[in-house]
């Protein structure tokens, strides 16, 4: 088992949005878990890893979270309330010149406010208030990120709760198309557009390649 990017401070990046309040990310503990606590207050912002896995060699994605409250105002299939309380965002390379001229123009737009590109396509792992597992939601601002229902409702509220998903076939299922290169892994707890506030703990990830067996841990 080899670490992507040395200890907790090298691994995890926190990534902020110009404009918006960030989100806060602590390490902890809870229930005996090693865990992240992200707080969303009328906020949203990413802590991220970068890291580098072949389209070949995707494999298993295994993560966990506890979520306390889900946000009753929350709706991530419309723009003005786009929020979740707990979102593992995957970020993947890829062909730009395929990219239809809004999205050509929101790329433009985030490198000049962020110094970064769009990323070809995104994957997020979400929790919706009421939409069943296995929906795929477009997020209203641009059809190069869509969202996968892990979870929905409130039955599993106030638990760990723990996953492990197969990244190639969930992003062919999200996308319609084979996946490049992934090049980061996120967590994000937002409520920028409800004004609201929301709690979440996240477990550790990790990421398990097909072709060489050897895991590829990522610890919060």
């Known amino acids: 088992m080899k670490s992507v990017g040395g200890d907790k401070g090298a691994q995890w990046r926190h990534f902020r949005f110009p404009g918006k309040q960030p989100s806060q990310f602590n390490y902890v503990r809870e229930d005996g878990r090693e865990a992240i606590a992200a707080t969303a207050r009328s906020s949203a912002s990413l802590l991220r890893q970068e890291v580098r896995v072949e389209p070949a060699e995707l494999g298993r994605i295994s993560f966990s979270w506890k979520v306390p409250e889900l946000i009753s105002q929350a709706d991530m299939a419309l723009r003005d309330a786009d929020d ?53 939601i477009v997020n209203p601002r641009t059809d190069r990120i869509r969202k996968l ?72």
């Open 84 to 136: 979740s309380s707990v979102r593992i965002v995957l970020a993947f390379d890829g062909d730009r010149s395929k990219f239809s001229a809004k999205n050509a123009m929101l790329s433009e737009l985030a490198r000049l406010l962020t110094g970064e590109e769009l990323p070809y396509a995104t994957l997020m792992y979400v929790w919706c208030n009421k939409r069943p597992p296995g929906s795929v």
């Open 149 to 220: 229902v892990v979870e929905s409702g409130a039955s599993r509220l106030n638990q760990w709760v723990d996953y492990e998903r197969m990244i190639r076939a969930d992003f062919e299922k999200a996308f319609g198309e084979a996946p490049g290169a992934l090049l980061s892994i996120s967590l994000m707890t937002d409520t920028d557009n409800t004004h609201s506030t929301a709690r979440a703990w996240y477990g550790p990830l990790t990421l398990v390649p097909d072709l060489h067996g050897d895991k590829v841990a990522t610890t919060p």
